[in-house]
């Protein structure tokens, strides 16, 4: 096998080792939008090349063998992918439930009902805000009502309707107007998903952090809705980890449920794991998914406990939510194997306190800089 750095011979007994349930297939990073929020690596640009068709089938027939049943296809806007029918095609066949994680932009009612022949499960159609101006200003692209537009077309064709609307600092006022809006377009799901600072939201947080009241009051709106709506509307409202005291369990612990695979073909156990120092990420291309989960060096490096330091290595939470998030942890502290600083706990817990604090000041700022968009041009700058 090429690459001996990239397998660990101790862990290839495989004792305990659960295997990947979801498998996130993100089929490309080329995306019409360009969202500031975006969870892709900024150095996107690096990895232009894009796994071919039948190297996805056979990361699709492999997970599928070793239990996965959860498929997403994301991006990017996997609809730019022109095979996107004949991998869900290949996705049926396998018996996955396939979601489909979309912009909506450049969908059509044709391809729609094409997806539905192939097999297609679930599609989950994002949208920035609930007015024109707002949503194309954080999409960068003029998208509202296309996006609306799918959401009937979605219905219609009898999938389960999934919104997923990104929350900050630049749509959190509009929380009463996003609710009515998923309720017109007959939404099944909302998820009112508050911004995770990685990528491109970690370079534009500043301009995107709420403050705590605004959160607070946000969720009552949130929580208000969800009672009107009760039987009729689900909201899953995700919780912001920066005003919480303990963190995510992020991934449900690193290598246990979670597989994602980069376009390139990079598998990662969790969407930003190949930004953490040092650590080479195997690929498709060269290994079985059964080696990557199982014995490569990164799937097994946070995996169990033996890696962490105080305070997680005595906490009696530690199996609770496994010291947080990794890359949380280092992008905050510098240090991947430090508590994830979300956690009161942690040593470097203040610097929550100062990304707050900045964020405040940047808002009450007269010359506030603007948002970084995710784009080519930029990430070539900032990389
Ligand atoms: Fe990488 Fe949380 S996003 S461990």
Known sequence: MAGSN??????????????????????????????????????????????????????????????????????GEPLTRKDLPELVKHARDLGYYSNLITSGYGLTEEKIAQLKDAGLDHIQ?????????????????????????????????????????VIHRENIHQMPQILEM?????????????????????????????????FEQAEQIAQAFKEKVAGKMKIYYVVPDFYEDRPKACMNGWGTTFLTIAPDGVALPCHSARELPGMDCPNV??????????????????????????????????EKDFGGCR????L????????DPV????PNHHVIQEAIDSAKA??????????????????????
């Not at 892709?40 to 894009?50: A, G, L, R, V």
């Not at 905050?332 to 508590?339: I, K, N, T, V």
């Not at 808002?363 to 990389?383: G, M, Q, T, Y």
Request: proline fraction near 5%; charge should be negative; hydrophobic fraction near 35%.
């Open 332 to 339: 905050l502290s510098g240090d991947m194997y430090a508590a």
């Open 362 to 383: 940047s808002a009450l700022a007269d010359n506030e800089k603007p948002l970084i968009f995710r784009n080519s041009k930029n990430s070539r700058l900032l990389s």
């Open 125 to 165: 159609v994002s949208i920035q805000a609930s007015t024109q101006e707002l949503n194309d200003h954080i999409a960068g692209t003029e998208s509202f009502q296309h996006k609306k537009d799918v959401a009937h077309l979605v219905k219609k064709h009898g999938y389960p309707m999934v919104l997923c609307v």
């Open 285 to 318: 291309k060269d290994y079985s998914i059964e080696q990557i989960w199982y014995e490569s060096l990164t799937f097994n490096f946070f995996r169990g406990f033996e890696w962490m330091k105080e305070p997680c290595s005595s906490c009696d939470e530690k």
């Open 343 to 346: 956690c009161s706990k942690s």
């Open 182 to 214: 998923a309720e017109e377009l007959g939404a099944d799901y909302l998820e009112l998903a508050n911004t995770q600072y990685y990528g491109w939201a970690h370079a534009n947080r500043d301009l995107l952090l709420p403050t705590k009241e605004q």
């Open 6 to 75: 990239k397998t660990n011979p101790t862990t290839a007994l495989r004792t305990g080792i659960t295997p990947p349930r979801w498998l996130l297939a993100e089929l490309t990073y080329a995306c019409p939008l360009q969202c500031p929020y975006c969870a892709n690596p900024i150095d996107y640009t690096k990895y232009q090349s894009e796994l071919d068709t039948e190297d996805w089938k056979r990361v699709l027939t492999q997970a599928r063998k070793m239990g996965a049943v959860q498929l997403g296809f994301s991006g």
């Open 327 to 330: 890359c949380q942890a280092y």
